[in-house]
């Protein structure tokens, strides 16, 4: 079993920047595959960004690619998101998510666990 906590949400202006972290406890966090998923009020939760269990491989949603990066801490068991040069479309509930099996995926049914979520609000 994983348990994680997100934080670092919060509002801010468009173009400014935001850096979520999620902490892991439980079973050994570098043994997973992470990601981040976020869903804003009336849609469906939606990939943002995944990085394999070493860091050698980190993937993104085109809406996201060039703004945001993943990124993963194994010895302090933390994954962060640094998002940059954010619009009021970011705007939504982020959750970060760990899979219990091998392989990256960009499809939320393939993490097994995931934190209570952080709210990150863009103004305009």
């Known amino acids: 079993q994983v348990q994680l906590v997100e934080s670092g949400g919060g509002l801010v202006q468009a173009g400014g920047s935001l850096r979520l972290s999620c902490a892991a406890s439980g079973r050994t966090f570098s043994s997973y595959p992470m990601g981040w998923f976020r869903q804003a009020p009336g849609k469906e939760r939606e990939f943002v960004a995944g990085?394999?269990?070493?860091?050698?491989?980190?993937y993104y949603a085109d809406s996201v690619k060039g703004r945001f990066t993943i990124a993963r801490d194994n010895a302090k068991n933390t994954l962060y998101l640094q998002m940059n040069s954010l619009k009021p479309e970011d705007t939504a509930v982020y959750y970060c998510?760990?899979?219990?099996?091998?392989?990256?995926?960009?499809?939320?049914?393939?993490?097994?666990?995931w934190g209570q979520g952080t709210q990150v609000t863009v103004s305009s």
């Open positions: 998510a760990a899979r219990g099996s091998r392989g990256s995926s960009r499809y939320a049914n393939d993490y097994d666990y």
């Open positions: 990085i394999t269990w070493n860091s050698a491989g980190t």
